[in-house]
């Protein structure tokens, strides 16, 4: 491996460059908000809003009724993994309305997480789809909220007909070691992905 401290800058030799940005995906409610805030160095910038009556009858709030605010454009937050690597995080709006900012929001990305809210599976069908015929390499967090069905691992990759290759782990979008662990994991994945196959 040549040593190339003295230039710290990115060549198009290295698989990662210095500042990525990496999206986090996942239905109304699944814990963006909650994981860009956990994991965030600096203040999360995020545009929380009461909800009103311009998602009445448009936002399915079925599973999360208790919910009052909503993410209006989107969270955003930063994390260095190590020296080399620092994460820009954007997170999705989640409500149906705002699936036109995706394409925007995909641009230049290095890769997804997609949450996976174990109430309503369903609800991330959606990025799984988006990420998948985008090629942007993606890892699937678990996330468990309390009273729902708890879903092993290959259950939801089954359940939402992930491949193989693709990582599913189970996560806490609240805690900071879990939600730093599935930014680590997606950028092992997008390394993987990118080494061509030189093992040996
Ligand atoms: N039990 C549990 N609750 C969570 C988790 N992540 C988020 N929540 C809660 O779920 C609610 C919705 O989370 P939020 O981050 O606003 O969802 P968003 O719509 O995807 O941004 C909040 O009340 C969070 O405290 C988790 O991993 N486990
Ligand atoms: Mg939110």
Not at 75 to 86: A, K, L, Q, S, Y
Not at 149 to 165: F, K, M, N, Q
Request: net charge negative; with cysteine.
């Amino acid at each position: 491996m040549a040593s190339a401290d003295s230039e710290n800058r990115p060549s198009d030799h290295e698989a990662i460059p210095q500042a990525v940005k990496i999206i986090v995906a996942g239905g109304f409610g699944a814990g963006k908000t909650t994981l860009v805030g956990a994991v965030s160095e600096i203040t999360p910038l995020s545009t929380e809003e009461v909800m009103t009556e311009a998602g009445y009858g448009i936002d399915d709030l079925s599973g999360v009724e208790s919910k009052t605010t909503t993410t209006v454009a989107l969270d955003f937050g930063r994390i260095t993994i190590n020296p080399d690597i620092v994460l820009y995080l954007f997170g999705t709006p989640g409500q149906d309305r705002f699936w036109f900012m995706w394409d925007e929001l995909a641009e230049g990305a290095l890769g997804a997480v997609v949450l996976a809210d174990t109430r309503r599976l369903h609800t991330c069908f959606h990025a799984v789809d988006y990420f998948e015929r985008r090629g942007v390499p993606f890892v699937v967090a678990v996330n468990r909220f309390e009273g729902s069905t708890s879903y092993g691992v290959e259950e939801v990759r089954e359940a939402l007909d992930i491949a193989p290759h693709v990582p599913v782990l189970m996560a806490d979008a609240r805690d900071r070691p879990s939600a730093k662990e599935v930014l680590v994991r997606l950028v092992t994945h997008v390394i993987d992905g990118r080494r061509p196959a030189m093992s040996g």
